[in-house]
């Protein structure tokens, strides 16, 4: 019985399905957007409240001086020194999972495919609605 060598038979394609690793969801927050943060007014700091990092009340750290606090665009403050850390490795509010802007470039890809959505959205509303 004659037993062919058959080395050719390589066609299991090896695809690159892991270059597209899963990922959690949370990218740097874009640098120049935690440099532009400004420091909020202590008078538009409610006297009661803490920053939920530190845990620490904003009116005491006035009475020392030492306030420099910054407000997120969904409104929670915190202390520059407090966020600044969370936020290179983070692009959302820790409190309420509001989304910054990142210059992670998987971010970015993901950013344009929501606003291709949102603009189908648009235009379905606009033809149907
Ligand atoms: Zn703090
Ligand atoms: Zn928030």
């Known amino acids: 019985m004659e037993v062919k060598a058959t080395s050719s038979s390589i066609d299991d394609i090896d695809e ?3 270059a597209s690793a899963s990922n959690t969801g949370t990218y740097p927050t874009q640098k120049k957007f935690i440099n532009n943060l400004k420091s909020i007014e202590f008078d538009s700091v409610p006297h009661d409240v803490s ?6 009340n904003f009116a005491s750290r006035n009475d020392s001086g030492s306030l420099d606090a910054i407000k997120l665009p969904c409104k929670h403050l915190f202390d520059r ?5 969370w936020l290179e490795l983070n692009n959302t509010c820790p409190v309420c999972r509001f989304e910054l802007p990142s210059d992670h470039p998987d971010w ?10 949102l ?5 379905d509303d ?3 609605g």
């Open 51 to 56: 920053c939920v990092i530190c845990n620490e």
């Open 119 to 123: 603009h189908r959205q648009q235009m």
């Open 126 to 128: 606009l033809m149907y």
């Open 16 to 18: 690159d399905r892991y």
């Open 81 to 85: 020194s407090c966020i600044a850390p």
């Open 108 to 117: 970015i890809k993901r950013q344009k495919i929501k606003e291709q959505q």
